[in-house]
């Protein structure tokens, strides 16, 4: 199976310019290592439908992606493959009411979502 974390394709670079000069300073680093944005595939573009199961999410008041991700996958580090699968990013883009769609199998998920990159 796949490397689960979101990181292990991201471009990574590090940032020392002049204007984080002073806060780096205050905590004795040079430089900070900074993940870049990730261009991703539409998950309708690279997932078989009928190869996946969807499970219905009415978002409501306390709902988060890492405690939807713990309850269905059994890891909340999990999270961003339901804001991915759904085109959400972060929670902020889901309304009150809104239906977020989890995706099952994950080896499926995982598969689509590493093999479309």
Known sequence: MADNSRYSNVPIR??????????????????????????????NKVISKPSITEIKHIWK???RYFKL?????????????????????????VALGDIVIIPIPLTTILSAYYGGQ
């Not at 590090?14 to 990730?38: C, F, G, P, W």
């Open 69 to 93: 991700a713990y309850k269905y996958y059994g890891d909340s580090e999990l999270w961003w493959l339901i804001a991915w699968y759904n085109e959400k990013p972060t929670e902020s883009h």
């Open 61 to 63: 008041t306390g709902d």
């Open 14 to 43: 590090t940032n020392d310019a002049e204007i984080y000069q002073e806060l780096l300073y205050k905590r004795h680093i040079r430089k900070v290592k900074q993940y870049m944005s990730s261009d991703l595939a539409s998950p």
